[in-house]
């Protein structure tokens, strides 16, 4: 008995910690988008967007497609040793996770159509093979707050 309240008492104290307290978040269809926020970009012309997508359904599911009214283009990246390549689709295991996060796998928003600056709302459509489309608004915050919204793990 005691062993199931110290895992429920973690899990809760897990689960409090997970939600954002400043990043974007969305829901439909067994999937959701949390965590969502893109650092002020030094560039003019292009901006990172880092979030946690998470898959409750029984069946993979692919984000094959991202858009923005803010940008001509969304790209989905994966750094590899330094380098960034592309990488959709991005599948999520049923009952699973993918994390955006620096490093890894990010979302590219190339041709801004103006400068973003800490304070602006982004609004993102994820895109999924199931036709299943999050809709996501997207704090643009200074580098060190973004970070600290994300789960690094």
């Known amino acids: 008995m005691k062993v199931r309240i110290a895992v429920a008492l973690l899990a809760a104290t897990w689960v409090q910690g997970c939600h954002p307290t400043r990043g974007g978040h969305a829901a439909a269809g067994g999937l959701a988008a949390s ?30 497609g991202a858009l923005t009214p803010a940008a001509d283009s969304v790209r989905l990246h994966r750094l590899v040793g330094g380098i960034m390549q592309p990488a959709t689709p991005l599948t999520i295991p049923a009952h699973g996770y993918v994390n955006l996060v620096p490093g ?46 994300l789960p690094l793990r």
């Open 104 to 149: 890894s796998y990010h979302l590219m928003l190339e041709g801004l159509h103006r400068p973003l600056a800490v304070g602006d709302t982004v609004t993102l459509a994820l895109q999924f093979d199931s036709g299943v489309t999050l809709s996501v608004r997207v704090p643009v915050l200074n580098y060190t707050d973004a970070v600290s919204e």
């Open 35 to 64: 965590h969502a926020v893109i650092p002020a970009p030094p560039s003019t012309s292009e901006a990172s967007a880092f979030l946690v997508i998470e898959n409750r359904g029984d069946a993979p599911a692919a984000l094959t």
